[in-house]
């Protein structure tokens, strides 16, 4: 499976930003996530939307993002509200076949995009 993330650019301290992540396949037979990986840090779980459309977010993120299905056949968004300077970093989508006790586990998904770097600003 190919993932190609979209959507990352440099956005001000409290504005959004939504990004998107394309599958090479269908989304329906994998839990996908978002992780992110600031410089200097370890990549940080930061969302999942699994298989039964049930939603989970890190921490950090919880009532700022959203997860969700996109418009276009076979990608995944990430809607990004209310942004702070330390949600900086390359944001990366990702696919696997998860056990619930295990999305925040980076070994759990098989496949990864790119990345598309955020920026926020002061």
């Known amino acids: 499976v190919q993932l190609v993330e979209s959507g990352g650019g440099l956005v001000q301290a409290g504005g959004s930003l939504r990004l998107s992540c394309a599958a090479s396949a269908d989304i329906s037979d994998y839990d996908m996530g978002w992780w992110r990986q600031a410089p200097g840090k370890e990549r940080e779980f930061v969302a999942v939307l699994r298989r039964n459309n049930i939603k989970y977010y890190g921490d950090s993120v919880k009532g700022r993002f959203t997860i969700s299905r996109g418009s276009a056949k076979n990608t995944v968004d990430l809607q990004m509200n209310s942004l702070e300077l330390e949600d900086t970093a390359l944001y990366y989508c990702?696919?696997?076949?998860?056990?619930?006790?295990?999305?925040?586990?980076?070994?759990?998904?098989?496949?990864w995009g790119q990345g598309t770097q955020v920026t926020v600003s002061s």
């Open positions: 990702a696919a696997g076949s998860i056990i619930l006790s295990t999305i925040a586990r980076r070994a759990s998904y098989y496949y």
